[in-house]
C-alpha cells in the first residue's frame, strides 16, 4: 500500500484526561472522534499549543505512563 513502513516514535508525548464539556477550541479533534470520559488531551512538549484529542481505546492500546 504505497510503500507504508513501520516506525517507532523517539520521542514522548504529555497527555492529561480530558474534561467533560471543556471548551476544545484549541485541540484538535479528529472528525470520527467524539470526546468522552476516559479520552485524553496530548500535547507536544516541543510546542504545548499543539494539541490533540486521544480516545480512550487509542491510548488504552498504544500509551503508558513513563514517569
Known amino acids: 500500500m504505497y510503500g ?3 516506525y517507532r516514535q ?6 492529561r484526561p480530558y474534561i467533560e ?5 484549541e485541540v484538535s479533534v479528529s472528525e470520527t ?5 476516559g479520552g485524553m488531551i496530548a500535547r507536544n512538549p516541543d510546542k504545548p499549543q499543539d494539541m490533540w484529542y486521544v ?6 492500546k ?3 505512563q513513563i514517569s
Do not use: G, I, Q, V
Not at 10 to 15: F, I, P, S, V
Not at 33 to 37: E, F, I, N, V
Not at 55 to 60: A, L, P, Q, V
Open 4 to 6: 507504508y513502513k513501520k
Open 10 to 15: 523517539k520521542a514522548y508525548t504529555e497527555l
Open 21 to 25: 464539556d471543556e471548551n476544545l477550541s
Open 33 to 37: 472522534d467524539s470526546p468522552s470520559k
Open 55 to 60: 480516545n480512550k481505546e487509542y491510548f488504552d
Open 62 to 64: 498504544n500509551y503508558e
